[in-house]
């Protein structure tokens, strides 16, 4: 499998490494591209014929107003996007956890008046506590 089968470049800010996640089942599937950075995400569905080919049966793409990772200590968790205007509550709890509790992950947020995303809190390569204390 080459690199550019599970990365896309993102159609809002331009990070050129959108996750793509696929999923399988019967004569169907589907794709989502989601960039960790901003949020954007595309979600497409598929049909497969039995000659192997395809056809798209659903398209959507959502403007992304942010993206989070959340990992609880001993755990694993996805990346998530918003793609509305996150609640004060939604985003203090993720602080919270983040800050306070000993989350790994971080926390972006765009700005539509900037048009770009910024970091508010962790860091995307927090997966791991280096000193091995949590």
């Known amino acids: 499998m080459k690199l550019a089968e599970i990365h896309a470049h993102c159609g809002q800010c331009g990070f050129n490494y959108s996750r793509i996640d696929t999923e399988v089942w019967g004569h169907f599937s589907s794709r989502r591209v989601m960039c960790p950075i901003c949020g954007w995400t595309v979600y497409e569905e598929y049909r497969w014929d039995g000659d192997g080919s395809s056809s798209l ?4 793409e959502s403007q992304g107003f942010g993206a989070y990772r959340l990992i609880p200590p001993g755990g694993y968790t996805g990346y998530n996007a918003f793609h509305s205007e996150p609640d004060p509550e939604v985003l203090d709890n993720i602080k919270d956890l983040l800050t306070v509790k000993g989350w790994k992950g971080y926390l972006s947020l765009w700005s539509s008046k900037e048009k770009k995303a910024f970091l508010v809190t ?5 997966k791991f506590d280096i000193n091995g204390t949590r």
């Open 57 to 60: 049966m659903k398209r959507s």
């Open 122 to 126: 962790g860091h995307p390569l927090n």
